[in-house]
């Protein structure tokens, strides 16, 4: 198979993958249709604020895995950093305009935080404790994610030594804040 229709076999998968609402699925299990209250967004933090923290903490630790579910396998497959690109554009599209929620998604800090990983392995440890440690200051989940990209990128670039993947990361965190934008200035 050759590498243009492995990236857009992977990349079908991964917007089908990043379709899936663990949000919505975690909530319902709590008995909670989570679009009806609080931000209306299916993500962790309004599942954390409306739900528990223990249903916000499910909510994060799926979507994080489901982002790194389509890229961390490609980083091991050294595969060119089109493909990757593409796949994580993919999944973030399916995230943010889900298939099996008629297209309404989230703002993907959590899966982008996943799908960052298959550029930047080792940043993404160091951002994830950067994150928490925001997180865990602040208790604002905006400021931990910026915090987790920042910290991802510089510690990337210098852990993982690679500048275009912290272009990647860069554009990954990018593309969340311009869809929380959108998201929220139509409440």
């Known amino acids: 198979m050759n590498d243009v229709w492995f990236a857009i076999l992977w990349s079908l998968g991964a917007y089908l993958v990043g379709s899936l609402s663990f949000g919505d699925l975690v909530a319902r299990v709590a008995g909670v249709k989570i679009r009806t209250v609080g931000t209306g967004n299916p993500g962790a933090a309004n599942v954390w604020r409306e739900i528990g923290p223990r249903y916000g903490i499910a909510v994060m630790v799926l979507d994080v895995v489901k982002g790194a579910l389509v890229t961390l396998p490609l980083y091991f497959l050294d595969v060119p950093l089109w493909t990757k690109g593409l796949a994580t554009g993919a999944a973030l599209l399916g995230h943010f305009f ?90």
């Not at 905006?142 to 670039?157: E, K, W």
């Open 98 to 187: 889900p298939v099996f929620w008629r297209f309404r998604g989230g703002t993907g800090m959590a899966a982008g935080m996943g799908a960052a990983t298959g550029f930047l392995p080792l940043g993404s440890l160091v951002g994830l404790v950067s994150g928490v440690a925001i997180l865990g200051i602040t208790r604002n989940t905006g400021y931990s994610g910026g915090a987790y990209f920042v910290a991802m990128v510089v510690a990337g670039a210098l852990l993982d030594r690679s500048l275009p993947g912290a272009i990647a990361v860069m554009l990954i965190g990018v593309a969340i804040r311009l869809r929380s934008l959108v998201q929220y200035r139509r409440r």
